[in-house]
């Protein structure tokens, strides 16, 4: 019943920018958090950033700070990962995940399909 799904990924130059979307069916926006990951070829999967819903508060991985902001439309049961200044570096496939509390956890739950992101120098 749970659902997710990436979408928005595409080839940009170096420091151009995306905004991918993150569809999601089946969770309460009151109480949720989402979570974006990517995964470059031949590396383990990181943490890119999550949005908690018990303040709106988000966090993200140190070498996108200040480049990538996460943000939601509850309306319209979607979250973006907004992505300014990209690098080559940021090139993966980026995945968004769910799970069905208020504060970003150290597991997730649901997984959407990944969407790739290409940044080219």
């Known amino acids: 019943e749970v659902q997710l799904q990436a979408s928005g990924g595409g080839l940009v130059q170096a420091g151009g920018s995306l905004r991918l979307s993150c569809a999601v069916f089946?969770?309460?926006?009151?109480?949720?958090?989402i979570g974006w990951f990517r995964q470059a070829p031949g590396k383990k999967r990181e943490g890119v950033g999550c949005?908690?819903?018990?303040?709106?508060?988000?966090t993200y991985l140190d070498s996108v700070k200040g480049r990538f902001t996460i943000s939601s439309d509850n309306a319209k049961n979607t979250v973006y990962l907004q992505m300014n200044n990209l690098k080559p570096e940021d090139t993966a496939i980026y995945y968004c995940?769910?799970?069905?509390?208020?504060?970003?956890?150290?597991?997730?739950?649901?997984w959407g399909q990944g969407t790739q992101v290409t940044v080219s120098s």
């Open positions: 995940a769910g799970w069905g509390g208020s504060y970003c956890p150290y597991e997730y739950d649901y």
């Open positions: 089946g969770l309460t926006f009151d109480d949720y958090a």
């Open positions: 949005l908690s819903s018990s303040d709106g508060s988000t």
